[in-house]
């Protein structure tokens, strides 16, 4: 059993190389304003949406992100194909003890949960997606990850509809890289 007191080392933003990576692939794909195709019906969009946001649950995340990134990189999103993929991954419910070892990261499970349990509708233009997807990864690859996500969850669940438009103004808030700022 891990030691409360010890920092686990994913509490320091891109320790991996992949990280790194996905992190400059990342910020190409904002600071070009690279038009990506996203192919999908709006369900499509309603369950990746909610999918990408309750994989923050997945141990190994990197499994279900790095497609992702991938198919920003080349500019064609196919929404189908990322939730085939991510149906395969396992979400547990409930608490995961193996990464939540902190009071928040028990508070982000269960309100993870509540997330997938609830059908949400997510509103907006293929644009505003490929930007809250941009943003979403950024927070899960930089150092305050928490926050975000569960305010994701908050807004997922007190509404039966979120305007994306509304979570990337909500995520700015958490921008400290100013790389989506127009230049």
């Not at 396992?90 to 990464?99: E, V």
């Not at 305007?163 to 103004?169: F, S, T, V, Y």
Request: with cysteine.
């Amino acid at each position: 059993m891990r030691n409360r007191n010890t920092p686990p080392e994913w509490l320091y933003p891109l320790y991996k190389r992949v990280d790194q990576e996905m992190f400059a692939t990342l910020v190409r794909v904002v600071q070009k304003r690279t038009k990506v195709q996203v192919i999908g019906t709006t369900k499509d969009v309603d369950r990746f949406t909610k999918l990408l946001i309750v994989s923050t649950k997945m141990k190994k995340w990197r499994t279900f992100i790095l497609p992702i990134v991938r198919m920003l990189k080349k500019g064609v999103l196919h929404l189908p194909n990322l939730i085939l993929r991510g149906n395969k991954l396992t979400l547990r419910k409930g608490i995961d003890r193996s990464w939540a070892i902190y009071t928040q990261d028990e508070r982000l499970c269960l309100a993870l949960d509540k997330v997938a349990a609830k059908k949400v509708h997510y509103i907006g233009t293929a644009r505003e997606l490929v930007e809250f997807i941009c943003r979403f990864l950024l927070t899960e690859l930089l150092q305050d990850w928490r926050g975000p996500k569960m305010m994701l969850a908050t807004e997922s669940v007190k509404r039966k509809s979120v305007r994306l438009e509304r979570l990337n103004a909500l995520l700015a808030l958490w921008d400290f890289t100013s790389i989506f700022e127009k230049k």
